[in-house]
Structures are given as structure tokens and as C-alpha cells.
């Protein structure tokens, strides 16, 4: 049987991984759900870990970047970004 | 009482806040229904940059909207008097399309510090929450982002999820993350769009008798549920970078966010 990917990403308030989720987006592999842009007002969990407990792997996390010199009080995209996945 | 249709302070600080202002069931049931005549045509192209008058001759159906009191109150107080008409558009979500639109911000990145667009959004008929309506995230729009490079986010606390009554207008800041969300609907949504550029310096435009009220920095000291810890007081920051490029008023601050970072004392010689 071929595994496929859904994938999760959360968006956190800080950069730690117990921190309350802001942001959230799926991806199915499995083709059974669509998610899109702007179909929920209520994120699957409340913080990173919750979805660690609910089996979703973590796969990658941003990196700490210091400010660009200059651009110290620029904001632009989030910064604190969590890939997980699940293979079904 | 206030006659005035300008917007007051306390407007102009919560447009600086959320990046947006709405004006519900402004527009007339009967334009509403000349507009659902109209739209399925199509709005004839203008040059950008066309003063408003020379693109939307007396009695055309634009120009009457943008003359409603309220709405020409608001566009006055945020993009001042004979603005240009950048371009304009007629959006539909079909129903059933299946998807939606990427987040994005319209045009190219735009990081004026002093000056700003206005996109005027008009929706002619009542949207309800399977339409597909505009999806709009408070407080984004200072982000230094470029057009739908933001496109994968999907959700973000705090986010509105456009419904309204027929005749509803939208007046966002150029810069703001939108998007026309998937219409799950049988019903065609139309939503007939203008973007302004300012012609004036965009200062004390509105009406200021109430720059004093406390409501002003309440409005600009906002936090919206998205924002993350840290980059939240950055917003404030520069919010309050544009009050004052707003109000010509070098000295405005929220809680000292700039006047502390900004305090450099000259160095005096103890020789």
C-alpha cells in the first residue's frame, strides 16, 4: 500500500513549540479533505505540542534569524512556522 | 449632534489598526439591484490615473456610488479631495468553483511610510457565510510582503470571513491580506472593486475635533489575535509611525514604543 503525506503547519505565538497557535494550514495527500484558504475560524490545536499528542510528527520548524540590520522594526511574514506530517 | 460625513479620529486610528473600514448596507436597495444589471457586463476599462470625475461621468452608476455621503465622507477623510482612479474591476466567485484565492496583497509589495491607497469594495447583494466572502486579515497591512507570496496561510486567528447585508462597502489600505474564499454557494457573488490613489498630501483629512479622545490610542495599541508576541509590538511601533506621518504630529506614541527606541541623548564632551 503507497503511504501518503497530510501535512500541518502551525503557526505559533513565540518560537517555542508550547506556545498557542495563531496560524494554521493543511495539506492532504490522501485527497479525501480539501482545505483552502479561509475555511476555518477555530485552529485544530491549541499549541504545537497538542499536535505532537494527537500523533503528527514534526518535520521542520523555523529557524531563529537575528533582524536584518536597518530592518529591526519591519514586519513581514510570520516567524515561527511548523511543518508536521502524518503518513496514511 | 456630528452632520459632518467625514470620518472622525477615532475612525481614522481604527482604519491605522485594522487596515480597513466597513460601512454596512450603505448603498441604496435600488442601486444594489442596477448593479446586478450591470456587473454581469462588466465596468468599462479607464486609464490609471484618471481623476474621478473624467473616469465616471455625472449620473454613471460609479460616480453615484462614490458620491453616497458615507462613502465619499470616508474616501475624503482617508485618500483627500479628486483622488485618481488607479483602476477598477468586477470580481465574481462562481458558485461551486472548488477553491479559493491564495492570500495575498494586491499589485506589488508597497511600503509608502507617509502615503496610502484606498480599495474601495462595493458587494451588491447580501453574502452569506457559503458565498465565498472576502476574506480579510485585520492588521496586516503594514506587513512588507509582496502580492500572494503570503498564499500559504490559510487561517489566521482573528480573521474575518466577509458576510453583509446587500449594499455593504469595504475601504481597505492598499497593503491589507484578502482574498475571495471558496463560494460553496448556488449563487453567483459579485463584488465591484475601485482602488484610489491620493492626489493630496494625506494629512488631517478627516475631521479632527476629536484627535484628543483617549479612544484614539485605544484604537492604535490594538492587538489582533494572529499576531505573534513579539512582532505584535511591532505593529504598534509602526502604526504609530503612520498616526504621525497622519497627523503631522512628530511627538504621537502608544505606550513609548518609538520615542524610547528612538531616544539618543547627544553624547557631551567631559574633557
Same mark, same amino acid.
Given at each position: ?17 508550547? %506556545? /498557542? ?9 490522501? !485527497? $479525501? ?8 475560524? @477555530? ?18 520548524? %523555523? /529557524? ?9 522594526? !519591519? $514586519? ?8 508536521? @506530517?502524518?503518513?496514511? | ?271
Amino acid at each position: 500500500m503507497t503511504l501518503r503525506q497530510q501535512v500541518l503547519v502551525l503557526y505559533l505565538a513565540t518560537s517555542a513549540l508550547d %506556545s /498557542p497557535v495563531v496560524g494554521w494550514s493543511r495539506y492532504d495527500g490522501t !485527497g $479525501t479533505t480539501r482545505p483552502t484558504t479561509g475555511d476555518s475560524d @477555530e485552529p485544530p490545536y491549541s499549541d504545537g505540542v497538542a499536535a505532537l499528542r494527537d500523533g503528527w510528527r514534526l518535520i521542520q520548524a %523555523s /529557524p531563529l534569524l537575528p533582524p536584518q540590520a536597518g530592518a529591526e522594526y !519591519g $514586519t513581514s511574514f510570520l516567524k515561527h512556522e511548523f511543518f508536521f @506530517e502524518k503518513l496514511s | 449632534m456630528r452632520t459632518s460625513t467625514l470620518l472622525t479620529s477615532v475612525q481614522l486610528a481604527r482604519f491605522v489598526a485594522h487596515g480597513y473600514l466597513r460601512l454596512d448596507a450603505v448603498v441604496p436597495e435600488e442601486m444594489n439591484q442596477e448593479a446586478l444589471g450591470l456587473l454581469p457586463k462588466g465596468i468599462p476599462d479607464v486609464p490609471c490615473g484618471t481623476p474621478v470625475a473624467d473616469a465616471y461621468p455625472d449620473g454613471s452608476f460609479p460616480r453615484r456610488l462614490v458620491e453616497l455621503p458615507a462613502v465619499a465622507g470616508a474616501l475624503r477623510s482617508l485618500v483627500g479631495p479628486d483622488p485618481t482612479v488607479d483602476h477598477h474591476a468586477v470580481h465574481v466567485r462562481e458558485p461551486h468553483e472548488g477553491h479559493a484565492q491564495p492570500l495575498h496583497g494586491d499589485a506589488i509589495i508597497d511600503v509608502r511610510p507617509d502615503a496610502f491607497d484606498v480599495q474601495l469594495m462595493y458587494y451588491p447583494q447580501r453574502v452569506t457565510p457559503d458565498m465565498g466572502g472576502t476574506l480579510v486579515v485585520p492588521g496586516s497591512h503594514l506587513r512588507r510582503t509582496n502580492e500572494s507570496d503570503t498564499g500559504r496561510y490559510q487561517n489566521l486567528r482573528g480573521q474575518t470571513r466577509l458576510v453583509c447585508p446587500a449594499g455593504t462597502v469595504l475601504l481597505l489600505h492598499h497593503g491589507i491580506w484578502h482574498g475571495g474564499r471558496r463560494n460553496d454557494s448556488d449563487v453567483r457573488r459579485y463584488m465591484f472593486k475601485i482602488r484610489f490613489n491620493p492626489a493630496a498630501p494625506q494629512v488631517r483629512l478627516w475631521d479632527t475635533a476629536d484627535m484628543a479622545d483617549p479612544a484614539v490610542a485605544e484604537e492604535l495599541g490594538r492587538y489582533f489575535p494572529w499576531y505573534e508576541q513579539a512582532t505584535g509590538r511591532l505593529e504598534i511601533y509602526n502604526r504609530v509611525l503612520l498616526w504621525r506621518a497622519l497627523t503631522g504630529d512628530p511627538s504621537f506614541d502608544v505606550d513609548h514604543w518609538v520615542t524610547r527606541v528612538t531616544n539618543r541623548p547627544a553624547h557631551r564632551s567631559h574633557a
